[in-house]
Structures are given as C-alpha cells and as structure tokens.
C-alpha cells in the first residue's frame, strides 16, 4: 500500500487512465460520420457507446486493482457514463498527489454518473413502457393459441405482473393474432390496466424440412396412480368425420367414425375394438350430445385410421363402423453417433438411413432443409447443431445441392430428429436478408396493432435498414424495433448494429439464448451473455433477457433451484421474456416477486446494501 501512496507510483496511474480517456476520444473521432446520423436525442448515448468499446480494448485488471487498492473506483461500473468515470477517477488521483486535475474541452463527458443511468430508463420507458411498481424489470408473456380466447388466462396475466404481450408470427396466423390483442384490449379495459404488445417476426429461419413415414396413429390414455391404478378414466369424443381435428370440450381425444355408427348410439351402449396391438378394449358410452358421442376407456389403446368399431348394447350388435382419418404423427430420424445425415436442397421428404440387422447404417439418412440456399455455402469441416444443439455434427463433404454431416453429438442409444426443428451452422459465412416475403406480408398485418417489432435473426446492420424502409413506408415508423441477437455474426458486429439502430429510435435488443448457446457454444454463454448486456448500458440501449426463463415452472408447475438463480440474474435486464406453457399464469406471478425481491438487493451490476435478515448475531 505504501508502494502505492508514492507520488510517482500515483502518476503512473495517471498515465494509464489518462491514456484510456484520449483513446477514448481518439477513438470517438474515428466514428464522427456514423456519429452524424445518430437521432439527436441519442448521441450522448452513441457517444459513450464508442467510449466504453474504446475502454474494453485494452485489459485494464492490474490497474483495477491498484485504483481499488487506493478506496478510488475500478472503473468496474463505468458502462452507462465511461468517460465521465475516467475523469472522476483522474481527479481524484491528481489530488492525491496536490495538483489540479486539467480538463481539456474535448475530454467533457456526454454523460455523467447521474444522466447515464436516467438516459437509460427513459428510454426503456419509451420502448418497453413504464416499470410497474416495485421493479424495474417488466415482464413479456409468449402468448399461448389459447390467449385469442381465453379471457380468464389474459386477466390472470395482467394480474400476474405481464406488461408486455408477445406475438411470435412464426406460429399462427393474422386472425389469431388480431383476436390476441382484441382479447387483452378487453382485458385492459376491465382492469383498468395498460400492457405493450411485441410483434416478433419469424425472419429467415433454417429448418429441417418434412421427413416422410408418418404414421396415422392416435394414443388413448386414462390418467393412472403411482401404483398404476386408474384415477380417472379417458374421455373419447367419437365425432362425424367432417369434424375431424375439432376439440370437444371436456374429452382428451376426438376420433371421426362412420356416421351410421353414432346414429344407433346411446348412453349405456360400449364401442368395441381391438388396437393396433391386438389387444381388446372398450369404450363406454356416456353421453350422446347431437351428433357427438361421449365415451369413456379405462385401459391405454391405439387406434389408427380405417380401425373397425363395434357398437354393442347389453351384448347385442346395434352397428359396425370405422375410424376416419387420423393426423399424421410427426416422423423423425433415427440419429447415433458415427451415423452419417444428408441436408439436401430439394424439398423431398426426408428419410430414415437403411439398416443391416445388427443395425449398422448401410446409407446416410436424408432431411431437406428449408433454406436451400445456404446449402453452396457450407464447407468441410465445418459444424453444424440440430434442434438447439441436441444433435451435432461435422460436415465431410459438399455438392451443389446437399452437404453431408458426421453425427458426432447424440444420447447414447441415438437422438430424434423431427421436422422444423433448428439448424444452426456456426463456422458458416452467409448474410441472407433478415427480412423474408413473410416477414413483409406479417407487418402488413400486425403494423396496426403492435408497439414494437422483433426483428429475427439479424446478421449485419443492414438488415435494420431494411426494416426501418418497410415500416417508413407502411405508414409505421413510429414502431420501436427489438433486435434479437441470437446469431455469431450479430454479436461479433453488436458495436455497428446498436450504431444503426439508434439513428431511429426506440430501439431494444433480445438476448435470444437458446441459438445464441447453440452458435457460440454453451460454455460462452454466460460470458455473451454479459457482454451484450455491458454494451447495451454502455448505449443506454434496454434488453431483453430471453429463453427459457422458468420454462420447467412455465410446464410443469415446479421451477428448478438453477432456473430460479436464472430468474433472479435476469432482474439486470430491463426486461424478462416468458415463454407459453400450461402453467405460464403461475410462473409469472412467481417472476413478478423475484424480481421484486431482487430489486432490494441489485442494481445492474451493483449490490445494494439493503440490510440483511441475519445481520444481527443471535
């Protein structure tokens, strides 16, 4: 400590962060054009943007620790006002030494410790909205299909702490989602609340394609006791087969039949069948309600498309029938490790990999892909994720219409591959438009009914340019974007793209984690992770903290204890995402009072010293 207190040792310091405060600058000046297109009411915050990138250029940890070491700031917390801590910092050690700390016109910060801060809630309050009471996190809900109807689930969502509706376009469609928000105005207006509404565009997804094989099948399942005991039988809704695919209130499964069949039918008669094993089952008749037919089964069965069924009363054949057709069951790949995958081109349903009888792959297995023109992009040795990272693999050769992948990641036994599940090639350089013909067709539609746009997929500034083009001339620059970074090539070019953005404002960004893991590779994702949020304050930009927050209480009705440290990490953003699940009322009450208890205890990256319920010695 001595050492430390010596005059020279001091101006040493001075040096250092003197040196940081003009790169700093210098490094400002090199961006001047960019800087004259920034939105006049952001430029401090582009400003400080570019002065903590500056900062994070070099490593600064042994002069943290010789700052901190003397009571002064480790310019720890120095995102939201970077240049204005440098100078406090270089005050102080100036004055420790007895000499006035000079202070250059050009070194004025554009932000102090106290408009930093306040830049960034003002402007998460003109994106996001206004922070409920009690937090500074607000609280976006994935909206469930059931969420066009179901007022009693939007009331307790409100309720539960949502502020802000998601809608993801990949899913649904226009009547949908027009009838989600016609549900929540309702909603609004009965509780006397407000709730934001994010329109998140599917953008240029990569997909595994259709896989071929499907089978017609449909299981019937009683709910059964740890003893395996039936606890409650299963309802069977038997319908005409021009209501094949319509849910019947208050049954389990709906099964089109021959008509004739549910004519003769009456409460007390049995439905009789054998399944597709063999096996015998019957099914009681419980009600008859116009022309649907309400059944028990208190056995499990399968019943596939074109099954005969019998209608027995007091042991008497009344009626012959068949099932009508059944949805097709989603098909899948087998994939172990070792085995090879084609990802073609062509849009041909893809194909299991042909077997010997020791079950040793003879062929690859094939799946199209949805995006065929990333295909003459891939090279050798490159990798590649299947369904967000559950399957992985190496490519080992290209053509022009297919690559071939070397499955080097799977459970022991083998994984499913099914369709339209992710495909994520991290080592391959590719900038498709972030914006698809969909993509336009959807904000024709969702434009007037949203506050803000999520813009999927992202991999360079100019897919923002894009967007801000499309909603000028529909009549909706008025929207605030969401940018989802859930790509390598979006976070290595972050700096620029917050740049961008901010020339029109509002303007957050989404830390999509599930592909973000996937491209950067789990083990960096707590890192990325930091570093987004460290330069979004940097930007006074809000975040959005997404995937997978309190997805097992979201499913299941039970959080884990890793996915409640998650949730109380994400109170840092100004934002949290939910996603849909039968639960999702529950877990968002739950989110609401983590963050709530968090707030006493952290802001950003600063603890609070709320004083602790064990402080006292007993």
Not at 503 to 532: H, N
Request: glycine share 8%; aromatic share 4%.
């Amino acid at each position: 400590m001595s050492d430390l207190l010596d005059p020279r040792s001091i101006r040493r310091l001075i040096a250092e962060v003197d040196a940081l405060a003009q790169d700093a600058i210098d490094f400002e000046l090199h961006f001047a054009a960019e800087l004259e297109r920034v939105d006049a009411a952001f430029l401090a915050s582009a400003r400080n943007l570019l002065h903590y990138l500056a900062v994070r250029r070099h490593d600064i940890r042994k002069l943290q620790e010789n700052l901190s070491a003397l009571g002064l700031s480790s310019l720890g917390r120095m995102e939201a006002h970077t240049l204005a801590t440098l100078n406090a910092v270089l005050a102080a050690l100036h004055h420790m030494v007895g000499e006035a700390a000079p202070l250059p016109p050009e070194r004025a910060a554009p932000v102090d410790s106290a408009s930093g801060p306040v830049l960034l809630t003002t402007h998460a309050n003109g994106l996001l909205g206004v922070a409920p009471p009690r937090r500074s996190s607000r609280i976006m809900v994935t909206m469930p299909r059931e969420a066009a109807s179901d007022g009693e689930l939007m009331r307790a969502l409100l309720l539960g702490g949502m502020t802000i509706m998601r809608i993801n376009c990949a899913h649904d469609g226009p009547d949908i989602w027009r009838a989600m928000v016609d549900n929540l105005r309702r909603c609004e207006a009965e509780l006397g609340m407000h709730c934001r509404v994010l329109a998140d565009l599917a953008g240029p997804k990569l997909r595994t394609g259709a896989i071929g094989g499907g089978e017609h099948v449909l299981r019937i399942r009683p709910r059964r006791d740890t003893r395996g005991r039936v606890v409650r039988c299963a309802r069977v809704a038997f319908v005409p087969e021009h209501m094949a695919g319509a849910p019947v209130p208050g049954s389990d499964v709906t099964l089109p039949v021959s008509s004739a069949l549910l004519t003769a039918a009456a409460a007390g008669d049995e439905i009789v069948f054998r399944d597709t094993r063999g096996r015998r089952r019957r099914c009681a008749v419980v009600a008859v309600e116009g022309a649907v037919c309400i059944a028990e089964c208190d056995r499990t069965c399968y019943v596939e498309s074109g099954q005969a069924l019998r209608l027995r009363r007091r042991g008497t054949r009344l009626a012959t029938g068949f099932v009508g057709m059944l949805p097709e069951l989603p098909a899948s790949l087998q994939l172990c490790v070792g085995d090879r995958l084609r990802v073609t081109r062509e849009p041909t349903p893809g194909a299991p990999a042909t077997r010997d009888g020791d079950g040793r792959a003879l062929s690859a297995a094939r799946v199209p892909c949805t995006l065929g023109a990333i295909v003459s992009r891939v090279k050798a040795g490159e990798r590649v994720w299947f369904d967000d990272g559950a399957i992985g693999g190496t490519v080992v050769d290209t053509a022009a219409d297919e690559f071939l992948v070397e499955i080097t990641h799977a459970k022991p036994g083998g994984s499913k591959l099914r369709a339209d599940k992710g495909i994520n090639l991290p080592d391959t350089t590719f900038d498709l438009a972030a914006l698809t013909d969909k993509d336009y067709r959807d904000l024709d539609v969702v434009a007037p009914l949203v506050d803000m746009v999520g813009l999927s997929f992202l991999r360079r500034p100019e897919d923002i340019e894009l967007l801000e083009d499309r909603l000028t001339a529909i009549g909706a620059a008025h929207l605030g974007i969401v940018l989802k970074i859930e790509n390598r090539r979006a976070f290595e070019r972050l700096p620029r793209i917050l740049l961008t953005a901010l020339r029109s404002p509002p303007v957050g960004v989404m830390v999509a984690r599930g592909d973000l893991a996937v491209e950067m590779g789990f083990e960096r994702l707590a890192e990325v992770q930091e570093e987004i949020l460290w330069m979004c304050e940097a930007a006074h930009v809000p975040v959005i903290w997404a995937t997978q927050v309190l997805e097992g209480l979201a499913k299941t009705g039970a959080p884990s204890r890793a996915e409640v440290t998650d949730a109380a990490m994400s109170s840092r953003a100004e934002c949290v995402m939910l996603n849909k699940g039968p639960y999702i009322a529950e877990a968002t009450r739950f989110l609401a009072g983590v963050l709530e208890r968090m707030e006493l205890h952290q802001s950003k990256k600063t603890a609070t010293l709320r004083r602790l319920s064990v402080s006292a010695m007993t």
